[in-house]
């Protein structure tokens, strides 16, 4: 069965820093991977997606994803964190014929000054 | 392009009492979806559309039903709400990557 972890249920960065959100994965095949963020009294809104090809993807708000088939992991990155990303951040995998993406439990990032 | 519509965006229900939640979506999706969101759970589904005319049940079910109208509109009733239904509740659309609504915020008391 499809599963996803996010290790960590919270992280603080400093604004200016560079972040680094883990996802890893399990999955059968070579999965579509996702991640979306959610603002405060917000719906999710999609970062980025991975489908296939270059394994490092670009999305909004200058956030990066690399996917690694060998250690099944799918982290966030972004080098330099503004205050106006602190948030929720969700990974997914998925989906396989008609099951539904699976979401990890998110990660809640705090920035401070 | 509005999306993913949800209504009402907030509600407060008293234990036993019925409501639907509407969703509807124009991007000409298959799939919708129901989710709850509750504090430490993440997002969990609670059913789930792959195309009109059908339904499947997804981790958490129990408590709702659904209905798929037709291809825009994918309805989420609770027949008597319990206080373990407050959450917030989030519709989705899309058959690979999901589009989501704003959410509706129910308080059962």
């Known amino acids: 069965a499809q599963s996803v972890t996010q290790p960590d249920i919270h992280i603080t960065v400093s604004e200016g820093a560079s972040l680094e959100l883990r996802c890893n994965y399990s999955?059968?095949?070579?999965?579509?991977l996702f991640w979306y963020v959610q603002s405060p009294g917000q719906g999710l809104q999609l970062l980025l997606k991975?489908?296939?090809?270059?394994?490092l993807v670009q999305g909004i708000k200058g956030f990066e994803a690399e996917f690694k088939r060998s250690q099944s992991s799918f982290n966030l990155r972004k080098p330099s964190v503004h205050w106006s990303d602190a948030a929720e951040y969700f990974c997914a995998v998925g989906p396989s014929g008609n099951t539904p993406l699976v979401f990890g439990k998110g990660t809640r990032l705090s920035v401070i000054a | 392009n509005a999306g993913v519509t949800q209504t009402p965006k907030f509600q407060v229900l008293k234990t036993g009492q019925s409501m639907t939640l509407q969703c509807a979506q124009d991007?000409?999706?298959?799939?919708m979806y129901w989710y709850r969101q509750d504090p430490g759970m993440g997002l969990r589904l609670i059913y789930y559309s792959a195309s009109e005319g059908t339904t499947d049940k997804g981790e958490v079910p129990n408590g709702y039903n659904v209905s798929r109208l037709n291809k825009r509109e994918f309805s989420l009733r609770l027949e008597s709400a319990a206080p373990s239904q407050t959450s917030v509740y989030f519709c989705a659309s899309g058959d690979i990557g999901y589009t989501f609504g704003s959410g509706t915020r129910l308080t059962v008391v």
């Open positions: 991007m000409n999706h298959n799939s």
């Open positions: 999955y059968g095949a070579t999965p579509y």
């Open positions: 991975y489908f296939s090809g270059d394994t």
